[in-house]
């Protein structure tokens, strides 16, 4: 098994586990690997290192005298000014969750559905879809309140 530090091009890392790097790369072309958090699969690995659990590392060395000597380098590259503190990630999937739960999914009928509700044409819902960037705007300068919302694909339907 081998499990890999990932990145999505926003900076969301999290950790991808394979059967081997061929997995990976296979999984990766065919789009089948994508961000937990914002469900984008433009995703590169970052680098990492096995970590050994062996007696000695557990071995407390006496502190050596520190007069000119180098102070130690910081080794973890996992984590970046950029990166998503776990907590962030967490309460993000809370609140897609909290929100596929309390909304109708209208699919790529949302722009007229949301111009229905706003002229009064139908009864006001909580309601998510798609929409293109432009649809989106033009929504937006009709006075419609909308906002984007990526959502990872397995949080969208019903995986089995």
């Known amino acids: 098994m081998k499990v890999l530090n990932l990145l999505c091009q926003h900076q969301h890392p999290f950790e991808g586990w394979f059967a081997s790097e061929d997995d990976y790369q296979s999984q990766r072309l065919r789009d089948l690997v994508e961000c937990p958090v914002c469900g984008d699969n433009t995703i590169h690995k970052m680098p990492s290192a096995p970590r050994l659990n062996l007696l000695t590392s557990r071995i407390e060395t006496p502190p050596s005298d520190t007069k000119g000597s180098i102070p130690p380098v910081a080794t ?85």
Do not use: C
């Open 76 to 160: 973890e590259t996992t984590e970046t000014s950029l990166s998503v503190p776990p907590q962030a990630q967490v309460a993000w999937l809370q609140m897609v969750q909290q929100v596929i739960a309390n909304t109708e999914d209208v699919g790529q009928s949302f722009a007229e559905e949301a111009r229905k509700m706003h002229y009064g044409e139908a009864e006001e819902r909580n309601i998510r879809g798609q929409v293109s960037a432009e649809e989106g705007q033009a929504l937006l300068e009709e006075g419609i309140p909308v906002m984007p919302l990526p959502m990872p694909a397995a949080l969208k339907g019903s995986v089995h």
